[in-house]
């Protein structure tokens, strides 16, 4: 069983759509949450960084960490064509080796 | 503009050969990690370093190897031993506190796109 398990979809939404993306870990240490947003041939880029639970909101994100249940959440609202791309979690312990867990990631299509 | 330069973007390795990935960053941060990304599958970690002149294998290191000679630089080499090299190489760092200090977000670059000819 992997550490990080993140649906792969794809998830295909129309525009404006409320889109919901999770990931699952087994790790009770893992402290620190990571979504990056991964468009093709690029590297992944940081969206929304949180330090153990609740919620993280930035602009149409949030992000949702929920320790007790090992889940984690992005929400994207109003979703946009332009969010299409592959989400990926990731996260990591408080103390030892500080590379990061990743989940495999989710291909979103916002469709126009 | 701050960030992290890979180069080069595309990389074609022949049988028995040796290739060498760059990773430079401007970002004066302390650790850099260097990560596998195969078709559907997420980052898988293949060496770090936490500070200059040390590093530390990662779950898939053979085959590989690194040097961390400047803060800046961390290049990878992809050596022969290495019998599935096609994949796409990612570089990142983050600033390390130290042991009592919070994990800090890495930052990627754009990547190397490694295919055997």
């Known amino acids: 069983q992997k550490e990080v398990e993140q649906d792969p979809g794809p998830l295909s939404v129309p525009e404006g759509a409320i889109v919901s993306l999770n990931c699952t870990y087994s790790?009770?240490?893992?402290?620190?949450f990571m979504w990056y947003r991964q468009y093709s041939r690029k590297g992944p880029e940081l969206l929304m960084y949180?330090?153990?639970?609740g919620n993280k909101e930035d602009g149409r994100f949030t992000a949702q960490v929920d320790k007790s249940s090992k889940y984690i959440s992005l929400f994207i609202r109003d979703s946009q064509p332009s969010d299409s791309a592959t989400y990926l979690c990731?996260?990591?312990?408080?103390?030892?080796?500080?590379?990061?867990?990743f989940g495999s990631g989710t291909r979103l299509q916002v469709q126009p | 503009d701050g960030g992290i330069t890979q180069s080069p973007k595309y990389l074609f390795r022949k049988e028995g050969q040796n290739v060498t990935l760059s990773c430079e960053q401007n970002?004066?941060?302390?650790?850099m990690y260097w990560y596998r990304q195969d078709p559907g599958q997420g980052l898988r970690l293949i060496y770090y370093s936490q500070i200059v002149n040390d590093f530390q294998k990662g779950d898939i290191a053979e085959g590989y190897s690194v040097s961390r000679e400047k803060k800046e630089s961390f290049p990878l080499t992809v050596t022969s031993a290495q019998k599935n090299p096609t994949a796409f190489y990612l570089c990142?760092?983050?600033?390390?506190?130290?042991?009592?200090?919070?994990?800090?977000?890495?930052?990627f670059g754009d990547g190397t796109r490694l295919s055997i000819l």
């Open positions: 790790n009770s240490a893992f402290q620190y």
């Open positions: 970002l004066n941060h302390d650790a």
């Open positions: 990731a996260m990591s312990a408080g103390t030892g080796r500080r590379a990061l867990t």
């Open positions: 949180t330090y153990s639970s």
């Open positions: 990142a760092s983050s600033i390390d506190q130290g042991g009592q200090g919070r994990n800090q977000p890495q930052h």
